[in-house]
């Protein structure tokens, strides 16, 4: 078993002052995998404090410096991509392949270094008023509180844009995987980033997490997670009037029009399923135009069940556990709400799937001719649960859709090209993916309403840690 009791404060790894062991299971057998400490409150004020220390001279660096930084961490990320696949796989359950391929993938990583290479840290505000210009700066040292579901791609999504904004940080990962950050944090220390630059300290959302959103020492909080705790952070924050940066969940809607292609349907549950659900971006609800809406469902149950459950450890494509017994418990009881409430269980259930005793499994669940306002329908689920709704009109698809208090990322699947632009504009939500197409390189993640207020990734990323100041005068270099 691993034991990880330290944490990393200003460029060592040191003992917690007060030790309070935190064991971590592995999902897929229950079995304890690691042990690590939760920090107290002088943990995070060491941390803080190192932060703190170190951002005068970090922030005042040429870009071109910290860019050389961030380029040597990538050179030994890659170098250790599958030790970090197989951390995540060991502590949130993904599949091993899954887990090296997309959860340890380095996009964030090279998407924040092409951001910071093209990025104008100082610009002229108006060509008609010489000397009059705009500088980008760090807005100083950030709180990082970041989730359990793609732990290392949040991690790495917030500390490199961070890193090359010229800010120091705190990292608090999620207690239920936080091998996956404790293992970044030695590449950034063989990478030369200086002490206190970058600092990690475990704890819960109760203790360390509600200290760094109080803290006066920090400027601004990163927040990844649920709806409810990025709430009770912004509360937190409030009288130190921090900024505060939330990406939080999501009820995506995906509408299936009849024209839609011969895979729109397969590739939708599949989305749904991947990562065992564990995604606020997944397509969780989809809308099925009626003419081919019983079609799609026996689609969607054939998917269903087709899907492989089963350790992470296995080769071969499949979906392994959920995170964890209070993870489990929830969506069994969502599932079996589905049920009392009338929706048409088309395949899965409550109970581990076949075979499978032990382990926080679950059954590829679809329900079909679910009505709006069902539990189901309305409550992110964070699991292989896929919700189908019958429509009539584009105008019904759309309504459906937009209401929910989420608005993270919708999708469309259709070969029309005027009413794909005509719903990407109409879908309140920060998102919207058509036809299976992924977003360019350096477009920004976020939502509206209750899915949050931040913009991550691309220049956007960047510039969440910056703040502009204006300045007279400047004279010509």
Request: glycine share 10%; charged share 25%.
């Amino acid at each position: 078993m691993i034991e990880r009791r330290e944490f990393y404060i200003d460029g060592a790894w040191v003992a917690p002052t007060a030790s309070r062991d935190f064991t971590v299971i592995n999902p897929s057998t229950e079995e304890p995998a690691a042990v690590i400490s939760l920090g107290g409150e002088a943990d995070t004020n060491a941390a803080v404090a190192a932060a703190n220390r170190a951002f005068a001279d970090w922030s005042t660096t040429a870009p071109d410096e910290r860019i050389a930084i961030v380029e040597r961490a990538l050179e030994i990320y890659l170098r250790r991509k599958d030790e970090m696949g197989d951390l995540i796989s060991l502590e949130m359950g993904a599949p091993r392949t899954m887990a090296r391929r997309s959860q340890a993938d380095e996009c964030n990583i090279v998407d924040a270094l092409a951001a910071a290479r093209d990025f104008h840290w100082l610009r002229p505000t108006d060509p008609k008023t010489p000397g009059s210009m705009i500088a980008m700066e760090a807005i100083g040292t950030i709180g990082m509180i970041t989730p359990w579901n793609w732990p290392i791609s949040q991690v790495t999504l917030k500390v490199f844009p961070a890193l090359l904004a010229g800010c120091t940080m705190v990292l608090k990962p999620s207690e239920y995987a936080p091998l996956d950050a404790m293992l970044l944090a030695d590449i950034l220390h063989e990478a030369g980033v200086p002490k206190g630059v970058f600092n990690l300290v475990n704890g819960d959302g109760e203790g360390v997490g509600t200290q760094l959103s109080r803290h006066p020492g920090i400027d601004m909080i990163s927040f990844t997670g649920s709806t409810r705790a990025g709430i009770a952070i912004t509360k937190a924050a409030a009288d130190s009037l921090k900024r505060v940066s939330l990406e939080l969940g999501g009820k995506g809607a995906n509408i299936v029009f009849a024209d839609a292609d011969d895979r729109a349907v397969q590739r939708g549950v599949r989305h749904c399923f991947n990562n065992t659900g564990q995604s606020c971006n997944a397509p969780t609800r989809m809308l099925v135009e009626r003419s081919i809406y019983d079609r799609a469902v026996e689609t969607a149950r054939e998917v269903a069940e087709a899907t492989r459950v089963g350790p992470a450890h296995e080769e071969g494509p499949h979906i392994g556990p959920l995170v964890n017994e209070r993870q489990f418990d929830r969506v069994q009881a969502l599932i079996q709400k589905g049920i009392d409430e009338g929706a048409r269980l088309v395949a899965g259930g409550v109970g581990r799937p076949e075979g499978l005793n032990r382990g926080f499994f679950v059954r590829p669940t679809v329900f079909a001719d679910v009505v709006p306002g069902m539990t189901v329908e309305r409550e992110e689920i964070f699991g292989p649960v896929l919700s189908m709704i019958p429509f009539d009109t584009e105008e019904e698809a759309i309504a459906i859709a937009n209401d929910t208090p989420y608005g993270l990322t919708n999708y469309v699947q259709s070969q029309n090209g005027a009413r794909r632009n005509r719903l990407a504009r109409r879908l309140r939500s920060g998102m919207v993916e058509m036809n299976g197409k992924s977003r360019g390189a350096g477009a920004p993640f976020g939502g509206v309403k209750a899915s949050g207020l931040a913009r991550e990734g691309g220049v956007w990323g960047l510039e969440e840690y910056l703040t502009p100041k204006s300045i007279s005068d400047w004279a010509a270099e």
